[in-house]
């Protein structure tokens, strides 16, 4: 609980030390920032600070320390899983305006960017030098860095390139207590835990980044896409099965399904294939021999499960023209359904036709419809739930069908997010892939980085936690507990 004052105290500190422009106070500009992209959830902050610099950072976040106030960090707000929620009680501290790339070195295969760096930018700027930055979340034209590396975000070609922690070489952070902190180094190797990787996908619960080091990835010499259309995403599934199963690692393999298709079409006149099912987006990236060997093979492979339509992009723009369906997809939906859920969640690749199958009954059952467009070569799916806010119950069972596709992908081995994160929305699913013990280990590495429990609290970990509503496994005060080193699930 915080007390109702210290908010205020930490306004008349800032004050002093910021200038007067940088502090939001108003309730209607507060408003601009009560939810992100999850747009179910909203809170209205009592403080928002437009930092200017990770000065403006360190001093809001000592300020905060020092009041006991919870802070939350906020890059471009286009979270999926409600990770930048504001703290009702709370200051959210939004890193847009920080936004210099600081250095681009290709010969060291790095930039230096601040955390508010649209992700895009960072690609566009190392271009003229053979090099772009890999991870690329269909948000790409505005999302922040900083975001990118608290939801260690993926993307289309994370598949072949792994995902942000695989581009994050150090990171500035702000800590909870107001101290700046550099973590990893732009050598190889160093001695010492981690730090670097627990940060990366923290979502804003260990500290602010400050400052990104993220690694820059050669441009390819050669890149070919192909649009190939099914009937069923059946016969689309065996055809990511047999490609992954020859040891082929496109660079992205993306599946739409006929919903998906058709909201993309109402949106974009994408002209994908007419009459199907599924639609496969297969792009492969390297030596030019190497990619034009394993491309026929792919091409292959898709005639062989049933492809009935396949097109090559011959150009930079037809490539793009194939892209921008699948690119466009999850705004797209909005076309064809008043109201939508994004679920993110990630089962085996090999579980593809079957989990599908049975998503589809679970929304039969529920007088639902489930739109896909997925991340299929890494088993990384979006089930997109609709439903019309207006008619009685839709909501309620939007929802429930929502938590049920997630149990699926839970039993067939799968986890309950796959890029977007756990934020405020899927805290209540942690139990459900999670023992008790674990959840108390991931909350002792919180505490030591935040003892007071100040720093985007309320995100990852279920909650209420020790009053009862959930009984527990523990009937006295656990030694985590006891040490006053954290709660207890
Ligand atoms: C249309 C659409 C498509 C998307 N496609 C993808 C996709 O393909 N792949 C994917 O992974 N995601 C995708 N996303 C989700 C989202 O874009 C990513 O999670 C992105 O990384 C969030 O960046 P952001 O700057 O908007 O962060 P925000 O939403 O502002 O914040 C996200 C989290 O990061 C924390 N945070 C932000 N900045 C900092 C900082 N400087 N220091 C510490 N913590 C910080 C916040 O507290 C919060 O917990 C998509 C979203 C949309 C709307």
């Known amino acids: 609980m915080v007390d109702s004052g210290s ?32 747009l179910h959830y909203r809170v209205v902050p ?40 504001p703290h009702a009680d709370g200051v959210l501290i939004v890193t847009s305006q ?23 930018q960072v690609s566009q700027a190392a271009r003229p030098h053979g090099y772009y930055f890999a991870p690329d979340p269909s948000s790409q034209q505005i999302c922040s860095v900083g975001g990118n590396v608290a939801e260690n975000s993926g993307g289309a070609h994370c598949l072949k390139y792994g995902f942000t922690s695989n581009h994050v070489l150090s990171v500035d952070l702000v800590t909870p207590q107001g101290d ?8 190889p190797d160093a001695p010492g835990y981690d730090l670097l990787g627990a940060v990366v996908g923290s979502e804003g619960t260990l500290g602010v980044a400050t400052s990104v080091t993220v690694r820059l990835v050669r441009s ?13 995403t059946d016969d689309a599934g065996s055809a990511v099965s047999a490609v992954i199963g020859a040891g082929i690692v496109p660079a992205a393999i993306e599946m739409m399904d006929a919903l998906a298709i058709e909201a993309a079409e109402a949106a974009v ?80 690749r090999t579980a593809l036709p079957e989990v599908l199958r049975e998503m589809t009954r679970l929304a039969d059952e529920r007088g639902l419809r489930v739109a896909n467009v997925f991340h299929a070569g890494d088993g990384n799916l979006h089930p997109l739930v609709l439903f019309d806010e207006s008619a009685p119950g839709q909501g309620e069972r939007a929802e429930e069908l929502s938590g049920a596709i997630l149990d699926l992908c839970l039993a067939h081995g799968g986890s309950i ?45 279920p909650t209420p936690r020790l009053c009862g509503e959930r009984p527990g496994k523990h009937t006295g005060p656990h030694p985590v507990q006891a040490a006053g080193l954290g709660e207890v699930f």
């Open 7 to 38: 908010v205020t105290r930490v306004l008349q500190r800032l004050r002093s030390q910021l200038p007067e422009a940088a502090l939001v106070t108003d309730r209607t500009r507060l408003r601009t920032y009560e939810c992100d992209g999850l």
């Open 180 to 187: 700046s902190v550099t973590l990893g180094t732009r050598a």
């Open 417 to 461: 997010t796959g890029e977007h994160g756990v934020g405020a929305d899927k805290a209540k699913h942690m139990p459900k892939m999670f023992s008790d013990d674990d959840l108390d280990t991931m909350q002792l590495v919180r505490c030591a980085f935040d003892p007071d429990g100040i720093a985007n609290p309320g995100k990852i970990y």
């Open 269 to 348: 006149a994408c002209n994908y294939p007419d009459e199907a099912g599924a639609v496969l987006v297969v792009e492969l990236d390297g030596p030019a021999e190497e990619v034009e060997h394993e491309f026929a093979a792919v091409e292959r492979m898709c005639r062989e499960a049933g492809a009935f339509e396949q097109r090559v992009a011959a150009d930079d723009d037809e490539r793009a023209a194939i892209w921008r369906g699948r690119k466009s997809a999850f705004a797209a939906v909005g076309r064809i359904s008043p109201d939508y859920i994004v679920q993110d969640g990630v089962i085996p």
């Open 46 to 85: 009592a403080l928002v600070v437009l930092a200017r610099s990770a000065d403006d950072v360190r001093t809001t976040v000592a300020a905060c320390a020092a009041e006991g106030v919870p802070f939350v960090a906020r890059g471009s707000g286009t979270g999926l899983s409600g990770g930048a929620l």
């Open 98 to 120: 920080l936004r210099q790339i600081h250095e681009v070195a290709p010969h060291d295969q790095r930039a230096v960017v601040d955390p508010g760096v649209i992700n895009l």
């Open 220 to 232: 390819p010499e050669s890149v070919q896409t192909l649009l190939a259309g099914f009937r069923t």
